[in-house]
Structure formats: structure tokens, C-alpha cells
């Protein structure tokens, strides 16, 4: 019989409207079974120039006049998670930036994003996590902080550099309401190992974060707290090693390479205000070179509420610092970024202005946000605006 309800209860999920949020009932009382979807539509506009003066249309990644508008999805998340006895299970699909260089069918084919399961054990104030599949590595907060809780359209900057993907493996993570520890070991992200013979090597990445207010808990991980009351203040430290992965090369040759980065960052949260500093270091070892790259971000964001509307408003600030190369002043980047799906840019400085309206909190909520961004060693330079709405449930 429970079988039976299952099925049916997975086929209801299979034909019911994506608009609706489902409950699922199980015959098994101990199982709880949850459906949810994330949608980000984004409009954008840029006017950018390369280091000689000609126009640069960001959004393309080339030469030429931006369209009036940019229409695209930025994010589209489908997720379902199960939960049963300590366990916990979560399957993702993904179909990102679709249409983000006009129509494509590749841009919109869905795909599989994290699929994992999840044991928790607790002993006193302690729980231990174990989780195995499919996931990203719990390092670099821009990173791994939620993209559906962005204090503006885009991520921090330092997303540049977690020498991270989402991978297979397996983590252990030690929570107490002061501190974390974790640890992840997956399969690096090589891109050459199917045409290759030489041995792969491994994902390795750690990260710790505690408390630096006595007797206060960690703040969860958000880029905005949307107003909520409560204080907190989190220092996070981690590193990874991403191991002798395998590269193919544009030139179609195989390079055999490793990543060293290492980060620390500050989470504060006071009631309406929330702040961020993040900070990455990168060493990337190829056999003929090595080069140091690293990436800063400041940002804050103060919530308003304006009873009257039945809405909060949020005005946030970002500063950024960018050097793919700090051993030398890169003549060679000339431009925003030579790809389509970068939102931000090479080598050089970055400021971002942006306003929130919270509908109803994260689930709903309107986004705009203004980048600035200039080359380190040139005149070559980019203003974007983007304006875009969450919803989710």
C-alpha cells in the first residue's frame, strides 16, 4: 500500500502546474517529502568599451552595439528533498541562463544539478553530518551561500576563485551553535581525463567557522536577513586543493593541473543591517607556469520596512577588487570579460549599487542593481544594469 501511495503521489508531482506548491502525503508518517522551485528573470543592459575605445556588448562576451534589452533567466531550480529517521535526500534540476545570448534549445535543457544523501547524527550540542552524492563543497560563503538570498543580482566577486565545482563525493560536517568544521573530498573538475591516460587526481577542501561573539550563535548564511531582529557576527577560514585534474586546452592539448586557494570572510548581521568582507587567494600550477590571483568584496545592505506598501526596501553597496594575475599588470585585458556568462569582470575594480523590494521576503522580490567596472592597466571599462525578480516557494 505504501508503495502504491508513493507512486502516486510522484506522478502527482509530475503533472501538477509548477506555479503550485505541493504536499505531498505518505502513507509512512515518519517521511516528509517536499517539492520546491526557484525562478530568477532578469533584464539587462550594459554600455561598455574595450581598452581602444570601441563598443563592447558585455552580455555577448564580443565587439559590437548591446541589444535595447537583454531578456534571460538567470536561475530555474527544481527541488526535491525527502527527510525520514535522521536522513535526509535531495535531488536538484537546473536550467540556467537560458536564452542569455537569445534563443538556444542547449541553454535550455535541464540538467542535473545535486543529487545527495544526508545522515545526521547528534550526541548533546553536537551534530555530526555525513553527506555523499552529488554536491557543492562547503567552502567560499559566495560560493556555497544560497543564490535565491543575493544582497544583489549578482554573487560577490570572489566566486571567481573557490577552484570548486559541483562534484561527487563525500563530506563530514561538526556543528555546534558557535562553531563548524567540515571537510570535503570529491573528484576535481578536469575536462580532459575521457582523452587522456594519466591518472586523476582529487578535490580536497576545509572550512571552519566560529562565533566572535561570546555566547551568541553563528548566524545562518544569507546575504540579506530581509529585517530580521537579531545579532550575529561569524568568521569563516577554509582552503582547498583541487589535485592534478586534467585539462584540454583550447588548442585541443592536455595539460595536467592544480588549484590552491585560500579565503577568509566576515558575516554581520545587526537587525536591518548585513554585511559581508570576503577575501580569496588563488595559486594555479600548470607545468609551464604558475599564477597568483586573488579577488576582495565589501558589501552592506540596510532593510527598511514600509509598513504602508506592505513591503521592505533594501539599499545595498558592493566595492570589489579583481587580479587574475598579481605578478603582473595585464595589458591583455582589454576587455569586461571575453565570456557570455561572466557577471563580472576581468582584472580591475568593481563598485554595485543596488535597491531590494521584498514582496515577501526572499521568495518574492524585486532586484536592481547598477555595476560599475574599470580594467586594472587600461581605459577599457563597462556600466551594466540589471534589473531582476525572484520568486520561489
Do not use: C
Request: no cysteine; hydrophobic share 40%.
Amino acid at each position: 500500500m505504501h508503495r502504491s501511495n508513493l507512486k502516486l503521489a510522484t506522478l502527482a508531482l509530475a503533472i501538477a502546474p509548477a506555479a503550485w506548491s505541493i504536499s505531498v502525503p505518505l502513507t509512512d508518517s515518519t517521511t516528509k517529502l517536499d517539492v520546491g522551485f526557484m525562478m530568477q528573470n532578469r533584464a539587462e543592459h550594459n554600455w561598455a568599451e574595450n581598452s581602444t575605445a570601441k563598443t563592447y556588448d558585455v552580455n555577448r562576451g564580443k565587439l559590437g552595439e548591446a541589444d535595447p534589452v537583454d531578456f534571460y533567466v538567470r536561475r530555474a531550480r527544481l527541488n526535491i528533498s525527502a527527510e525520514r529517521e535522521g536522513w535526509k535526500a535531495l535531488v536538484t534540476f537546473s536550467a540556467d541562463k537560458a536564452d542569455l545570448t537569445g534563443y538556444n534549445s542547449k541553454e535550455r535543457a535541464a540538467q542535473l544539478l545535486y543529487l545527495w544523501a544526508q545522515k545526521t547524527i547528534t550526541t548533546g550540542e553536537l551534530s555530526h553530518v555525513i553527506t555523499l552524492g552529488l554536491d557543492q563543497p562547503n567552502v567560499e560563503p559566495a560560493y556555497r551561500d544560497p543564490s535565491s538570498q543575493l544582497l544583489l543580482p549578482t554573487p560577490r566577486a570572489t566566486i571567481l576563485y573557490p577552484s570548486a565545482a559541483n562534484a561527487v563525493g563525500v563530506r563530514y560536517q561538526l556543528n555546534h551553535k558557535l562553531f563548524q568544521v567540515s571537510v570535503d573530498v570529491q573528484n576535481n573538475r578536469d575536462t580532459g581525463r575521457a582523452v587522456d591516460t594519466a591518472s586523476d587526481g582529487l578535490f580536497y577542501g576545509a572550512r571552519a567557522v566560529v562565533s566572535l561573539l561570546p555566547g551568541v550563535a553563528l548566524p545562518k548564511r544569507t546575504e540579506s536577513f530581509v529585517g530580521e531582529k537579531g545579532l550575529g557576527l561569524a568568521l569563516g577560514l577554509d582552503g582547498t586543493v583541487d589535485n592534478n585534474y586534467i585539462q584540454k586546452a583550447t588548442d585541443g592539448s592536455i595539460i595536467q593541473a592544480s588549484y590552491a586557494t585560500t579565503g577568509a570572510d566576515l558575516l554581520f548581521h545587526m537587525d536591518g543591517l548585513t554585511a559581508d568582507v570576503d577575501a580569496r587567494l588563488q595559486k594555479y600550477y600548470r607545468t609551464k607556469n604558475k599564477t597568483l590571483s586573488y579577488a576582495v568584496s565589501v558589501q552592506a545592505g540596510y532593510a527598511i520596512p514600509v509598513s504602508a506598501l506592505g513591503v521592505v526596501v533594501e539599499p545595498a553597496l558592493r566595492g570589489s577588487v579583481i587580479d587574475k594575475d598579481a605578478d603582473l599588470e595585464e595589458a591583455g585585458a582589454t576587455t569586461y570579460n571575453t565570456s557570455a556568462e561572466s557577471e563580472h569582470g576581468l582584472s580591475g575594480y568593481e563598485a554595485e549599487a543596488g535597491l531590494n523590494i521584498y514582496f515577501k521576503g526572499h521568495s518574492n522580490k524585486l532586484q536592481i542593481g547598477v555595476q560599475h567596472w574599470e580594467a586594472e592597466a587600461n581605459d577599457a571599462n563597462a556600466n551594466i544594469l540589471r534589473v531582476q525578480h525572484q520568486f520561489s516557494f
